[in-house]
């Protein structure tokens, strides 16, 4: 199901727990963007908090060769998380009530999320799916963390999307 299903897939590998925030993968692109979708609608529900991991390699993820480029690695972070806010805004509007932690991370994306699955009561990340035989292969974050997550894994692709809720008149 979450390698070829046509609708969001739920894989529970272990008893999840009762409480606890909701993770997310985010990396901009438009697939991430429904991935962060589900993640908030998720996290709503569950009146828990969502935590948004960005996890982004910059120039080899070194700070000594970062610097012998001209770029403070200080500044390299911000501009992440400035990225990273950007992404998110929308859906920080649509979904006020949700509080919202951004993590910027330097190492692989499935390590990150991974740090999570003791805690979270749930983990969604996006899949590719552009043909009949690439949608029925995981990418590798997806991969990973479906033979290894202890929580819930939501597996989100293209066409899963959410719509932002609507907001009341007077809140433009």
């Keep these: 199901m979450a390698t070829g299903g046509h609708c969001p897939a739920v894989v529970v590998r272990e008893q999840p727990v009762d409480s606890g ?72 509007r649509g979904y006020p009530g949700v509080r919202v932690t951004r993590m910027i991370a330097t190492r692989r994306a499935t390590r990150q999320l991974l740090d999570y699955d003791r805690i979270a009561q749930l983990i969604v990340v996006g899949c590719r799916g552009r043909s009949r035989i690439s949608g029925l292969v995981l990418g590798s974050v997806p991969r990973v963390l479906l033979h290894q997550a202890r929580c819930p894994l939501l597996v989100v692709r293209t066409g899963h999307e959410v719509s932002l809720p609507a907001r009341p008149h007077g809140d433009r």
């Excluded at 700070?63 to 990273?84: C, I, K, S, T, Y």
């Design 21 to 92: 925030p909701v993770a997310v993968g985010v990396t901009g692109s438009p697939l991430s963007d429904i991935a962060v979708g589900r993640a908030f609608d998720q996290a709503s529900a569950r009146a828990e908090p969502l935590i948004a991991v960005h996890a982004w390699h910059p120039l080899g993820g070194d700070v000594e060769f970062a610097a012998a480029m001209g770029r403070d690695w200080a500044q390299l972070q911000d501009e992440q998380d400035q990225l990273l806010t950007g992404w998110l805004a929308d859906w920080q």
